[in-house]
Nanobody, 115 residues
């Protein structure tokens, strides 16, 4: 059974930093893409950043220059380093992994940025 465990969320002041982690277990096959999404209250869930199995990265415009996604393939873990956080970054952050034709979601971790 595939499980994704997220950590690293919390409350931070504007301008601060947080590092999110998402560790996947129960994986038999290689993970393709790994990514982070976020969902603010009353809004849809949007992609923030993604990284492929060869290290190609993608960032939403709102994340460019401030967030960095990385992965540790040996540990089946994906990270999101978030710097220069803004109040509008406040949301529940979800990790997502793609294995073959299946994708899996973490339970979400709350990030709150105070002004």
């Amino acid at each position: 059974q595939v499980q994704l465990v997220e950590s690293g969320g919390g409350l931070v002041q504007a301008g601060g930093s947080l590092r999110l982690s998402c560790a996947a277990s129960g994986i038999i096959f290689s993970i393709n893409d790994m990514g982070w999404y976020r969902q603010a209250p009353g809004k849809q869930r949007d992609l923030v950043a993604a990284i492929t199995n060869i290290g190609t990265t993608y960032y939403a415009d709102s994340a460019k220059g401030r967030f960095t996604i990385s992965r540790d393939t040996a540990k089946n873990t994906v990270y999101l380093q978030m710097n220069s956080l803004k109040p509008e970054d406040t949301a529940v952050y979800y990790c997502n992994i793609v294995v073959g034709i299946h994708d899996y979601w973490g339970q979400g971790t709350q990030v709150t940025v105070s002004s």
